[in-house]
């Protein structure tokens, strides 16, 4: 083995790179901070804040994400913890921002998945867990507010198998009842955890007292009653629960569960130690190559972010690369795929909450920050010019929101269309022509409607120019193709004026029509019609 081979190898098995998926309020921003606080990244909690700033007015988005450091779209947070070095993707928590959070799935091994005791599984859990379960990769949950009021711990466990399909192993039990717990069972250990009372609101890092069931000063602790509903539970679950397999959690069937609450630190400790212990270490990634493996000497990463603006004091776009494979080295050339060319990593950055610091070198499993010039698009390959290849296609999202968009001063078209074609290469919108319309306007597709606001934001702030938009009553867009391949145009689709006739960027011809129900007209009137709901060389997510 080379002496990089065997660097590679070291650092790849201290690293874990995961994201936090759960419901807008479970306590994700908590339990991050939380993490850090333990982590000794941040010394007092409290310091990532301004939760109630998250369903804030969208005008001042950029401004917000600027103040918090940890943003609303996805940024990065790295710290060391026994040994080990965590990157936390940020994932936004708000339902517009779904396709971001999205993206970040695709860039990380593992997820924690938040839930709140009261609450149980809701709506966006469900749909993130999707998109994590899809991809096969190993979740771990943490159920979350065990300080106040909520479900039964078995209840949450059967809720989770019922609603998402996956089996839980609860690593640790909670101690007591409704909201009055006074520690965990760590069911590895042996152990019963427990915790002093609270005088720091959380501020603190909170170490539990640790002791051994049968010592009867436990029993004086926790009460004769509370005793013995433990020894019940943990028989019970012994018995009558689904045994612990490595292999089940790697593949995303079984979820190891944690019992806590992020506010109190109460079973924080535990769980990060714990998902530490267990949590996959960067994993190789299929290509048109292959897998490639992450101690392959030669680098390689791909961009699943790109972010502009997140200093107030530089105008700058960053490109978020999630390295693959190989060593990371500050003023490396490398070949990007898609432009064909050679470039040169001048100023990556990492994060910290709100500091970025310049890096010199990094691992798989970790994130850096790359000035992106405008070259960089969502899901660009970048690797050594030896070994080319390309990482597999992010999906792409159908787009349901529709508006016409144009620049109000005509002097301003050319800065209007690079800040539309660069908000597109970034992933934020997809862009339009209507058939026969002139070149002053552009169809612009979301996939929620606060994107359009966004638009409208970083164009004025980021390019000068004012715009003009005016939604579309349309919700559907098809791609259309001939079964026989013939072109799809106006004239030869039946029925083409029912909806809005319009080309994507590279000219394929689709269509966009109020609801699913007005496609019948369609599909009934032009017999070899094919339909997509994205292009069809694309993958939909
Ligand atoms: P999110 O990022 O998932 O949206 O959730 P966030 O951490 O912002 O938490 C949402 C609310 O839940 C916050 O209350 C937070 O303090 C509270 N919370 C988080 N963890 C716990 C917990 O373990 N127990 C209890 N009881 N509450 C918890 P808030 O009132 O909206 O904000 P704040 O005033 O506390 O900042």
Redesign the pocket.
Known sequence: MSELQEELRREIEKRRTFAII?H????????TEKLLLYGGAIHLAGSI?S??T?RHAVSDWMEIEKQRGISVTSSVLQFDYDGCRINILDTP?HQDFSEDTYRTLMAVDSAVM?IDVAKGVEAQTKKLFKVCSERGIPIFTFV?????YGKAPIDIMDEIENVLGIRSYPMNWPIGQDGQYLGVYDRRNKKVLLFAADTSHGQQARIADVYDPEDPAVVARIGEENFQALKDDIDLLDEAGEPFDMEKVNAGELTPMFFG????NFGVQDFLEGYIRMAPTPQPRPSSDGLIAPDDEKFSGFVFKIQANMNPAHRDRLAFIRICSGKFERNMSVWHERSDKLIKLAQPQQFLAQDRQIIDTAYPGDIVGLFDPGIFGIGDTICDEHHKFKYADFPVFPPERFARVQAKDTMKRKQFVKGMEQLTQEGAIQLFQQAGAGMESYIVGTVGTLQFEVLEYRLKNEYNVDIIMQMQPYEVARWLAFEDGREVTPASLKGADRGMFVYDRHQNPVLLVNNEWALGWITDNNPDLLLNHVPFDKKEA
Do not use: C, E, F, I
């Not at 807008?24 to 339990?31: E, F, H, S, V």
């Not at 609450?261 to 109190?264: E, G, I, V």
């Open positions: 759960s807008p309020d479970a306590g994700k921003t908590t339990l804040k939760r109630k998250q928590g938040v979350n507010k065990l300080d106040h609450s992020a506010m109190t």
